[in-house]
């Protein structure tokens, strides 16, 4: 049984002050026994996996990798996630539309799940022309009766996820599957795709170096389990579990 169940991103959450994160990494080791860690991150698993070597990353217990589109527990798929993924995901459909946008490029096979379809955008789009974009992405979608979400990323980067994926379901999954309470749950993020796992029931920490896009919407929901931390990267964890009523 664990205490506490850690879910933090990986690029400018996790990693990005190596000092940091070796004094996090001996804190997280002398209390394995009692927390459950997970990574959640936008890079595939293999990406994820090279990270963490480059890095020196602990071993999780889980990789939610693509968005919070894969789910590795232990070394084994959840067969509960991704039926949980599978409904109302119709990935060849969704290609098979997106076939005919000249604007389009499909990401390597390498990026490509069962559970994620990413593009390359031929030519990056910011701003309101990147919303346009979206917006009139999604009406396509709404007129095939489909159904995705669309993450849209440095104006150049587009996956289409399941409905039920992303960081936040993926987080309240594994909550309900370790049996604990939300206020045993920590997730730890930096930019825009950690928003749902940043505004659940449980704590959220946003590191100090937090993009402004995250910063912007914190500015404006201000959940009070949300702690916006004075530290940056992996000293904003620390710090957090040092503070928070947690463990
Ligand atoms: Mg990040």
């Known amino acids: 049984m664990k205490d506490l169940l850690l879910v933090t991103d990986l690029d400018h959450t996790l990693v990005g002050d190596r000092p940091a994160l070796a004094r996090l990494n001996k804190t997280l080791e002398t209390l394995r026994s009692r927390i459950a860690l997970v990574y959640a991150t936008g890079r595939s698993l293999a990406g994820a996996r090279q990270l963490q070597q480059e890095e020196h990353l602990l071993e999780p217990d889980g990789w939610a990798t693509g968005v919070g589109s894969t789910l590795l527990w232990r070394g084994q798929p959840d067969p509960l996630w991704d039926t949980m993924l599978g409904k109302h995901w119709h990935r060849p459909a969704l290609k098979a539309l997106l076939s005919h946008w000249s604007d389009l490029a499909m990401q390597p096979a390498s990026e490509q799940t069962p559970y994620k379809l990413s593009y390359e955008l031929t030519r990056p789009r910011q701003g309101k022309e990147a919303r346009e974009f979206e917006n009139h992405l999604r009406a396509c979608l709404g007129q095939a009766g489909l159904q995705a979400q669309v993450v849209f990323s440095s104006g150049c980067q587009l996956d289409l996820l399941p409905p039920a994926a992303g ?68 000293g904003a964890i620390s710090h957090g579990l040092e503070t928070l009523p947690l463990l």
């Open 167 to 234: 960081k936040g379901p993926v987080t309240a999954h594994l909550q309900q599957k370790l049996g604990l309470r939300p206020d045993q749950v920590l997730c730890c993020g930096d930019s825009g795709n950690d928003r749902s796992m940043l505004a659940g029931p449980w704590w959220g920490l946003m590191v100090s170096n937090a993009r402004p896009e995250l910063v912007d919407w914190w500015q404006q929901a201000r959940p009070d389990t949300l702690v916006r931390s004075h530290h940056p990267y992996a």
